[in-house]
């Protein structure tokens, strides 16, 4: 799956995507996709990176807690 890093629009490509999914994990292995050859691998901050079209990955990729912060926000609203 490709990735976009945000401060500079490369492309990373990531190949574990259970890695990139998991909330339990900060940062995620990848390649940048710079010039005609693939870079060496290296590790992103899940925060710095976007799907190509520019949206965020989904809370729950990034948050652990996101199913406490959801539930609490849902009942706070009753």
Same mark, same amino acid.
């Given at each position: 799956m490709f990735?976009?890093?945000?401060?500079?629009?490369?492309?990373?490509r990531?190949?574990?995507?259970?890695?990139? &999914?998991s909330?339990? #994990?900060?940062?995620?292995k990848g390649c $940048?996709? &710079?010039?005609?050859? #693939?870079?060496d691998?290296?590790?992103? $901050?899940k925060t710095e990176l976007?799907?190509?079209?520019?949206?965020s990955?989904?809370?729950?990729?990034?948050?652990?807690?996101?199913?406490v912060h959801?539930t609490a926000?849902?009942?706070?609203?009753?």
């Open positions: 990735m976009k890093v945000k401060r500079s629009d490369d492309l990373v990531i190949d574990d995507l259970q890695m990139l &999914a909330p339990l #994990e900060e940062s995620v $940048r996709q &710079a010039g005609e050859e #693939e870079q691998a290296e590790m992103f $901050r976007v799907f190509p079209s520019g949206e990955l989904p809370k729950c990729w990034v948050d652990a807690d996101y199913q959801h926000a849902h009942s706070s609203h009753a």
